[in-house]
């Protein structure tokens, strides 16, 4: 090789390298449910982060961020390890983001710290999900966080014997712990505990119970679809709506996408979330028209859909402060504190223990226009902690 | 003693909608020995149609449901031409459950596609709407309707089997149909006919059943063990059968609510347990060896 080709070659390969170092591209892995009964949830991950892309470009300084999606498809932790392994070695990822499941988050948190990868959750809603790695921030909700505002409110409204049914599964019965003891610690009595089972279609029974129980208020966290369906309609068809039983729950039991079909039963009932489609806010606004210039429809936003919104405003946070290097210490302790106003409404990532702090919100279905909705009325718990996680 | 009749409220109103779902696949594995897996997605395709027609169309109830069960069976046509017919009776198990769950897959993600993946309900009239009162307690008006049609399946069906012409060729058929061939019967109508009833009653329990097992796009994979563990209770292809498979598994279950709902399924999966190992080939079953 003569001398011109080597000083070819060597220019060659520097301009490689600045080539990468100044035009390089970070990795985004988002593991959500893409396709199964859940894959309207997996959509509104992508629907959210495209929106911030589109509002906020593709490039954090000179640094191109691409965004992989992987399909978790329901609760299996294996399936989910192997798809974080995968997007860990083959594709180089340097963020993790995603995971609809408990458990499915449960057997990822293990590879962050090996990897030096951090996860961003953005939903599982378990409390002790960010206990399992310091590498863990959560931008969704838990059920604590959403349950104790709804014991307050109960007792405040006058509710005195309450009968809680939930779910008998994880969610299920975190939402029950957090309400009996929010609610016995303000005075009132649980009269009647009711797990059902997961499989349950016919809910006539369960109604028969609370009802000879002679329980005021009824408190459920169930999950959306046919089985919140389910228990509505047997709440109003036996009776005890219109023997003034109150029914009270999280929001995940009336979720936008559900009202339609849940239909008119479900007007006039309570629930305590941290975002409703139709929180009036300027962000908010500005939020579900960029879904809809995306080609977004607003009756699919859900939850997931805000989560993943912030979720990519706190990994181009994370990407800034470490200027694309692979640096999770770094990258965590940027965002822990971190505050911003999100289509929900004003949060901050707690230091303590990296979940987001919200305002949760007291909403009564109402009807508008023809159209059902989760109406947020003038009582607000500000800035509320995971409950379960916090000593406070 | 109010709760004695609570429970048995229940127990008629919910193994009702149980049989009518059902028994159409009861027919298909006792006659046609056709274990269609695809059952519940006919069911779901009856909902569907009946929930567009009357949020869409604004139809009545009585003539969705009359939609619902007709558009059905026009929509299993092609299904039963090109790959039904080809596994009546004779073929392997293994084919049968592999082709119908297939059908399923095929059927849920063209639905999932077409009509969304949220829930669909299907409006009440009102006068089967809301809570009526019995005396000692009142029951949703709708369950009530569900009992009487399931009543008056059961009858239309016993009748139809045991009572008629077509009855007796299709008794025929199905128990040598080698010979009722050579009779003269055509068989393959027969058959025809017979897989069209079943996807009629299945698309009418999936319309009439709707307030208890709501329609989504997973309808069909959720509740296929239900219907299932109903037929191989009752034995297959007998209305006896699935009717009280249907309603001592209804009772199973609702008794257990009642009393002990911390068990969650353990009632129901122990009658399964007993009544099969008690009766290998369900309640009213015979064995096709």
Known sequence: MNERAKSILTLAILGLMTGTASADVIKVGVIGTMSGPYALFGANYKMGIDAWVAEHGNKVGSHEIEFIYRDEEGPNPAKSKALAQELIVKDKVQYLAGIYFTPNAMAIAPLLEESKTPLVVLNAATSSIVEKSPYIVRTSFTMWQNTVPAANIAFKNGARKVAIAVSDYGPGIDAEAAFKKTFEADGGAVVEAIRIPLNTTDFSPIMQRIKSSGADTIFTFLPAGPPALGFIKAYVDNGLKADGVKLMSTGDVVTEIDLPGIGDSAIGMLSTYHYALSHNSPENKAFLASIVKNGGKIEDVAMTGVAAYDGARVIYKMIEATDGQRDPEKAIATVKGMKWISPRGPVSIDPETRHIRQNVYLRTVTKVDGKLINKEGDTVFLDQPDWALSKQ | ?289
């Open chain 2, 1 to 289: 003693m109010r709760t004695a009749l609570n429970i048995a409220t229940d127990t008629l109103a919910y193994g009702m909608v149980l049989f009518i779902i059902s028994i159409g696949l009861s027919i298909m594995m006792g006659l046609m020995r056709v274990v269609n897996l695809a059952h519940g997605a006919f069911a779901m395709i009856g909902g569907y149609l009946a929930s567009y027609a009357i949020r869409d169309l604004h139809v009545h109830y009585s003539l969705a449901i009359l939609i619902a069960v007709v558009g059905t069976i026009i929509v299993s046509i092609p299904f039963e031409l090109l790959l039904y017919r080809r596994i009546y009776r004779k073929s392997d198990p293994l084919i049968q459950v592999l082709m119908t769950i297939g059908i399923t897959f095929f059927i849920i993600g063209v639905v999932n596609f077409v009509f969304g993946p949220s829930l669909k309900t299907i409006p009440l009239p009102a006068l089967l709407s809301g809570p009526l009162d019995i005396g000692f307690r009142s029951v949703p008006t709708h369950r009530l309707f569900v009992i009487a049609c399931g009543v008056a399946t059961a009858l239309a069906l016993w009748l139809l089997i045991e009572k008629t012409e077509f009855g007796i060729k299709l008794r025929a058929s199905v128990d040598h149909s080698g010979m009722a061939d050579a009779l003269g019967i055509r068989t393959e109508i027969i058959y025809a006919v017979t897989f069209a009833l079943a996807i009629g009653l299945g698309a009418f329990g999936g319309v009439v059943g709707a307030e208890i097992l709501p329609i989504e796009p997973f309808y069909a994979l959720r509740y296929m063990v239900t219907f299932l563990v109903v037929v191989s209770v009752g034995g297959a292809g007998s209305i006896m059968g699935a009717l009280s498979a249907s309603l001592l598994l209804g009772l199973a279950d609702t008794t257990g609510k009642y009393l002990a709902p911390e068990f969650g399924e353990f009632f129901f999966y122990l009658t399964v347990i007993v009544i099969v190992f008690l009766f290998p080939h369900g309640l009213f079953g015979r064995s096709h060896a």
